[in-house]
């Protein structure tokens, strides 16, 4: 890992999303807020993203884009960017990861690396 991708931490809160899901028609509706750090001396723009979505049956979903939201935010050196999104599994569990693709103001481009986090109904898993 470069000290470019190590500056970068990232951290995920997951929720699952009760009153949007439907079980009998196999929606399972999750929510994720991630927080992105900065904690190298320079700002970083968050340019692109990638996300693997894998659900309980081994079903495969590739996203991939431009920023986050809408938005490519410059998150400034000590600081941190938060947002929301969600995704809809098919099963009631799912593993999420993926990378973010960052660039430097000098142009330096690199990945900070989303490390894998689980989706899961409450109660699943013990």
């Known amino acids: 890992m470069t000290e ?26 999750f929510r994720y807020t991630i927080t992105i750090i900065n904690l190298g001396k320079d700002p970083v723009t968050l ?8 659900d309980a049956n081994q079903h495969l979903s590739v996203v991939q884009g431009a920023g986050v939201v809408g938005e490519t935010p410059t998150i400034e050196a000590d600081t941190a960017y938060q947002y929301t999104s969600g995704t809809v599994l098919e099963t009631p569990l799912g593993v999420m990861e993926g990378s973010y693709g960052m660039v430097t103001e000098d142009g330096t481009a690199f990945n900070a690396t989303i490390p894998p986090f ?9």
């Open 4 to 29: 470019l991708e190590a500056s970068i931490k990232i951290e995920v809160k997951t929720e699952y999303i009760e009153d949007q899901s439907s079980p009998n028609d196999e929606r399972y509706l």
């Open 118 to 126: 689980r989706l899961s109904v409450p109660g699943l898993l013990h």
């Open 47 to 54: 340019k692109t993203r990638h996300w693997s979505i894998t």
